[in-house]
């Protein structure tokens, strides 16, 4: 039999040619010419009888599908042309049978295909929502079997082969996502590595090469501890503690080390890997190199503290000056009109006592203004400054403590501690209305702990979903000098904020910047 088809991709028809179609009717029957029995019922005699040759047909089916399946490389339409002209060679009557095949919009049927009551189908759906059908229509009418003209057995060929369908269009769709998606994580300028819960690197992209300096050859299969400074071995494990949870650790801002041995200043974002039972098995690491705005926000502070140090400099040697010799002069006023016993002389006494007071304030804000002085020991002194300047400014008791020195010879280190201490003592004054407040700074083999605390009205509802630039600017303090800020209610009422900075890490701070 001579079998024509058209090609389509829309109206359901797809062409191949006759003699490829009379070739697979011989392979897939196994019949040599004139062995077929003569009987008009084809092959239905050996179906219900021995059943052996009809059972190799379909088997001879499936092994061609698989043939189809796997040498791929064909666009669907083509691919479900060729599979519709194998199909009815594998059915009892192929003489008049047709089949059509559809996956989602594409449709593909030998060209002898219409619509029959002598019909039977089968319907499968992928992940995506994509619907597919498989069919096979008798275009006469043929004796009842169990299913209408068909056997029980072609029911199940034609489940399965809407079975094979759909897990090779799944396998298809994913494997071509999986490829979009390593497309653009290769392309990608952030660096994208995926590492073992045992920390053993097992995919590297071009991106973590050109921010690290190592190839996938040199990276694939060592620690990914070879990209972290050992003062910030402790904050990995804590990620990885975290992701191996199931969570997952966004825009984390810390040092990384190069393969030269240079730093960096990135951005991680860290998410769990599953395996199929969904199991955590590694971690996603997306490094972003924020380098450059680390030093242009570094920059930007300094300018800030630059001019704070300018204007107080200018308080204390400027109005601070003038207002000691006007205290002067009042000061020789109140004496001459004592002396001629005019009773202004009480004013004049006034004015000079609010001058002092007005001089001592200037002193105290100028102080503020240029805190820490370049000595290792300047903290301590300014921080001790600050809680003496709280208790006469607010009249709250505020007391500094330090059981033992704490030295810290990088200055911009010193001051973003003073700052976060400062603005943590004046979030107390102003919003939890205390009466007493404490700055402890102690430290430890390993850290430097800064802790402020209060017996003022605690944290107020949202407090960390805050808007405020204070908060903001605190964190930001730390994480630039690679501390961490944590706030929290105290059991005894009040408030208190931990800064808690690795020891010794101003060093790689200043190199990152």
Not at 250 to 276: C, F, I, W
Not at 356 to 361: E, K, R, T, V
């Amino acid at each position: 039999m001579r079998t024509a088809l058209s090609t389509s991709a829309r109206d359901g028809r797809v062409s191949a040619h006759a003699a490829d179609g009379r070739a697979r009717l011989g392979a897939l029957r196994g019949l040599e010419k004139g062995a077929r029995p003569k009987s008009k019922r084809g092959l239905r005699g050996h179906a219900k009888g021995s059943g052996l040759e009809a059972e190799f047909i379909r088997l001879t089916a499936l092994h061609g599908l698989r043939d189809l399946l796997q040498n791929g490389g064909n666009p669907t339409p083509k691919l479900l042309g060729k599979i519709a002209v194998l199909l009815p060679a594998a059915w009892q009557y192929p003489e008049v049978a047709a089949a059509r095949l559809t996956i989602g919009e594409i449709k593909a049927a030998t060209s002898n295909f219409t619509s029959t009551p002598w019909r039977q189908s089968a319907h499968f759906s992928m992940a995506d929502g994509t619907r597919g059908e498989v069919e096979i229509v008798y275009l006469k009418a043929r004796p009842q079997e169990e299913e209408g003209p068909f056997l029980a057995a072609e029911r199940n060929l034609l489940d399965s082969v809407a079975g094979i369908l759909r897990v090779f269009f799944e396998r298809q769709r994913a494997e071509a996502e999986r490829a979009f998606l390593a497309t653009i994580v290769e392309s990608s300028e952030d660096a994208i590595y995926v590492r073992t819960l045992d920390g053993a690197i097992i995919s590297w992209n071009a991106g973590a090469e050109r921010m690290f300096g190592y190839t996938a050859r040199e990276a694939i299969g060592r620690p990914a501890s070879i990209l972290v400074p050992a003062d910030r071995l402790g904050e990995v494990n804590h990620i990885a503690e975290k992701v191996t949870r199931g969570e997952r650790v966004e825009h984390y801002e810390t040092v990384r080390v190069r393969k030269d041995g240079s730093q960096v200043y990135v951005s991680l974002t860290n998410s769990p890997m599953r395996d199929a039972g969904g199991k955590v098995s590694g971690i996603s690491t997306i490094a972003r190199d924020i380098t450059k705005r680390k030093q242009l926000e570094a920059q930007i502070l300094e300018i800030n503290e630059t001019l704070q140090r300018r204007v107080g400099q200018d308080l204390h040697d400027g109005l601070s000056q003038q207002l000691r010799g006007i205290a002067y002069l009042s000061h020789v006023l109140q004496q001459t009109l004592t002396d001629k016993a005019l009773p202004e002389a009480k004013d004049a006494a006034r004015i000079s006592e609010l001058l002092h007071n007005a001089i001592s304030q200037t002193r105290d804000l100028a102080r503020g203004l240029t805190p820490v002085k370049l000595e290792a020991d300047g903290l301590m002194s300014a921080l001790s400054e600050l809680a003496s300047g709280i208790k006469s400014i607010y009249g709250i008791a505020c007391r500094f403590t330090c059981p033992e020195p704490v030295l810290i010879p990088n200055r911009t280190t010193a001051i973003h501690l003073y700052r976060i201490a400062q603005e943590a003592v004046q979030n107390a004054v102003k919003h939890a209305k205390p009466g007493r407040v404490q700055i402890d700074l102690t430290r430890t083999d390993h850290s430097i702990k800064l802790t402020v605390t209060d017996d003022g009205n605690g944290l107020p509802k949202n407090f960390m979903k805050s808007t405020g630039m204070g908060l903001k600017i605190m964190d930001y303090r730390a994480r630039t000098i690679g501390a961490m800020v944590e706030f929290q209610r105290r059991a005894e009422g009040g408030t208190a904020l931990s800064c808690v900075l690795p020891a010794m890490p101003w060093n790689a701070c200043e190199n990152a910047v």
